[in-house]
């Protein structure tokens, strides 16, 4: 049961609350409620929104991705543990001074850390999604970044063609029929346009491969995140794009990356 207004909480007591509505990890849970500089007031409305079943990231407004605390607004994409690796795989492949594309973006979470993982990149960053945009813009603030609004290229520089060095997507890809069986907290409250990937959940990445050799330099590659059944599909899709693909697999955190380069022709 939930205090009244003004009365202590001990982290026991979220604890409980949290179990008692069902949260899996209401330990760590708690103690992150707990760590938010908030007045007890505002807490007491945290844990009941929390126990009601809204997402905890909904909950505080923020979530941590590669150490980096991200702002986000409900209703906008929350970027899972496993897509960390996406980040690892495009930090590795990244040099200094290298133009960094981010579409998809999201919260802007990806983007974020590329540009602090990587040395003095310029990121461009784009989504279709206004709300989404707008937590890009300010996780973003801070780094030689630009975000636009649009689906896809379309609303990104023409210049650009021809010199991104890092193209990252964490596009959807749960099919359309899989939706109505992903987690609760998904279905309810995250974007359908940041889950549904189409027929067989590889409708964008078709999208971003085809028209990728056309904004990539001469050696740039292009990054995907998907999954480890849908891996070799994406593979051909690569392939058929014109680039040169490979797959890279984290056992760990159940993450699965498709990289594809553009060969030089020099």
């Not at 740039?220 to 480890?228: A, C, K, N, V």
């Not at 891996?231 to 040169?244: H, S, Y």
């Amino acid at each position: 049961m939930l205090p009244e207004s003004g009365e202590g909480m001990t982290e026991q007591e979220v604890v409980t609350i949290l179990r008692e509505a069902g949260c899996v990890f209401a330990e760590e849970e708690a103690r992150l409620l707990l760590s938010e500089d908030v007045l007890m007031e505002e807490l007491i409305l945290m844990v009941n929104r929390r126990a009601e079943g809204i997402p905890l990231e909904y909950v505080i407004g923020a979530t941590v991705f590669c150490g980096i605390r991200i702002q986000l607004d409900k209703g906008v994409f929350v970027p899972r543990r496993r897509t960390e690796f996406l980040v690892e795989q495009a930090c590795a492949l990244a040099r200094s001074d290298d133009i960094v594309m981010d579409l998809c973006c999201g919260s802007g979470a990806v983007g974020a850390a590329i540009a602090a993982g990587a040395d003095q990149i310029s990121l461009y960053a784009a989504d279709i999604d206004p709300a989404a945009i707008q937590c890009a813009e300010q996780n973003l603030k801070g780094y030689r970044a630009s975000v636009f609004q649009g689906d896809l290229y379309k609303p990104l520089p023409q210049s650009l063609k021809g010199t991104v060095n890092i193209l990252t997507a964490n596009t959807p890809y749960v099919p359309t029929a899989e939706i109505e069986r992903l987690p609760q907290e998904a279905r309810l409250y995250e974007p359908k346009t940041a889950l549904d990937g189409g027929a067989d959940g590889l409708d964008l990445q078709r999208k971003i491969a085809k028209e990728a050799p056309l904004w990539l330099a001469h050696g740039g590659h292009l990054l995907i995140e998907t999954s480890e059944r849908q891996a070799a599909l994406t593979f051909e899709i690569f392939k058929n794009a014109g680039l040169a693909p490979w797959i890279v697999r984290n056992e760990e955190w159940d993450a699965t990356v498709v990289v594809g380069t553009r060969v030089s022709i020099d």
